[in-house]
C-alpha cells in the first residue's frame, strides 16, 4: 500500500475526527469505566485543532489517494523526578487508523514518522501506553521494538 505519511494541518480536522470517533467507541466498548460514551465528531474538533498547533509536538497524518487513514500524536516531554536520569522523552498520546484500513504498515509508518522526529528532537526514548484490551496495538508496538517498562494498574473506589 502506498501511503503519505506527512504532518496534519487544519484541513484534516473532519478526517481526523472521523477517525477519532472509531477509536473512542472501540475504547468505550472496552472500558465503559473509563472513556464517555462516542460523542460524533464535532465535540473534540477544538481539541484536535489545539494538537495540531502544539508547540515540541508532531501531528502526522497517513493518506492515500488525499484521503487521511490513520494518524499520530507526539510530543516532548522532560522525563521526570529527581531521582531519574535527566533526559528528553518523546510520548506518543494517539496513533489511529481507519478500522478499513488496519493491518497494512498504517499504524507502523505512523510510528516510525514519530520516532525520526524525536530522534531529530534528540529525545531519548519513546513511550507510549496501550490498554490491555487492545491486543492489536500491543502487536503494532511490540513488531516496532517496543517493550513493557513499567505497568499502569488503576482501582475503582
Known sequence: MNVNIRLATVEDLTAICELAEQSV???????????APPPGIERDREFWLSLIQAQYACFWVAEQQQQVLGF?????LPAGLSFFFFFLLCHISTVVVDNRAQRQGIGASLVQAVERWAKQQRAAEVRLEVFDFNEPAIALYTKQGFHTQSH?????I
Do not use: D, E
Not at 25 to 35: C, I, N, S, T
Not at 152 to 156: A, F
Open 152 to 156: 499502569i494498574m488503576t482501582k475503582l
Open 72 to 76: 499520530c500524536f507526539a510530543r516532548l
Open 25 to 35: 467507541r472501540l475504547h468505550y466498548q472496552h472500558a465503559p469505566q473509563v472513556f
